[in-house]
Structure formats: C-alpha cells, structure tokens
C-alpha cells in the first residue's frame, strides 16, 4: 500500500491550535471533534441580546451590585475541554472554583453555567454537539437565547443529562437557575424593540 493510500483509508487530519489560531479575527473560531468550525461576528440583534443579558448577569452576580455576587462572568471566553475548544456567548464560573483568572489567552475550567445566544450560521452547533460537549464536561446550567424569536430555554445537567427547565419569552418574568435570585423582563435584552414602539405610540398620537 503507499503511502497516499495510507492517507486515505486514514481520514482526514485533525484540525489543530494552529489552525485555529491562523483564523482571521473577524471570525469566531472553535475545534469540534476535530473539526475547525468558523462563522462570522454576530448580527446586530444578537450581539445587543448577549450584551444585555451578560450585562445583567454580571451586574448581579459578578459585581454584586443588584444580587448577591460570587460569580465570574465573561463575554465570549474561549474554553479548552479536553480536545475541544469552545466559544460561549457568555460564560459563568462560580468564584470558588475559579478564584483567579488565568494567564492564558484561555480557561480550562469548565464554567458553571454558559449561554449561548442563537444565529443561523451557530445554532446546529449550539443545540447538537456542543450541547453535548457541555454535558461531558460537566457544566452545570445551559441557557439558549433566540433573539430572532424572542425566546429563552433554560436546561439543567443530572446525570450527566440535560433536563429542560423553565422557558420564558417578552410574557413572562425571566428567573432561572442558577440565577433564580433575580427577575428581570426578557424585553430589556431587545433595547430596539421598545424604541420602535414607543416611536410608532408618538406617531399614532399626531
């Protein structure tokens, strides 16, 4: 057999550090089973929800502002798992078991709680595999944020299994675990939408 033969029957080459890391910066890169997975910043709508809702998170849980603290909260941290190499939207550790940030570019703690905030090019990956990657490593709580339907689904880790938890849209009163301690509207997280409201309430009034 040569050796090109080799290669073949041997499947492709798993993607490295390197490559990841050759990615242009205007990309979200992660290593999936192997895989160099890319897709590009997100769109206005999702990056103003992953803001809104890190900001709230960390006003209450980071800075202890508004809730009780004990937290770590980080925008879009990159995440080492073994092999894998994940990107949340947002990423939560609880304070004792991450009492300092790392020196690396990267953490290789698995967080307590992550969100991940949903897109068309993102949410095969976000609801299939790494889903699936979260749960082998143990994080704990997993939101799912869709800014295009306006929407929250909260899932919890038993057994190394994720049970749905409660689900809340612009109805409802957002309180979950494991930041049940507050509540906090889910239209806050779409700042646009009560402006276009209020400016069409004028307009009607004229």
């Known amino acids: 057999m040569t050796t090109a033969e080799q290669l073949a029957q041997s499947g492709p080459t798993p993607a490295t550090y390197a490559d990841l890391e050759a990615v242009h910066p205007h990309m ?40 009780p603290g004990g937290w770590i909260i980080v925008a879009e941290p990159e995440i080492h798992l073994g092999r894998q ?21 990267y953490f290789d703690t698995a967080p307590d709680w992550i969100c991940e905030v949903l897109s068309p090019s993102t949410e095969r990956y976000d609801r299939g595999i790494k889903r699936r990657i979260y749960a082998r490593a143990g994080v704990g709580h997993m939101w799912i944020l869709d800014p295009r339907a306006e929407f929250l689904e909260t899932f ?47 307009q009607n009034a004229q």
């Not at 930041?179 to 402006?195: E, G, Q």
């Open 28 to 67: 979200v890169a992660e290593l999936i089973d192997g895989a160099l997975v890319t897709h590009p910043r997100p769109a206005p709508k999702h990056a103003a929800a992953a803001s809104y809702l890190g900001g709230e998170i960390l006003d209450a849980f980071g800075r202890g502002r508004s809730g």
């Open 156 to 202: 919890i880790l038993a057994d190394g299994r994720w049970l749905v938890g409660p689900t809340f849209d612009n109805e409802t009163e957002v309180s979950a675990e494991p930041f049940d301690a507050i509540s906090f509207p889910l239209t806050i997280l779409w700042p646009l939408d009560a402006a276009s409201a209020n400016l069409d309430d004028t």
């Open 85 to 105: 190499v994940v990107v949340p939207d947002i990423a939560g550790w609880r304070r004792e078991r991450l009492p300092s940030l790392p020196a690396t570019a």
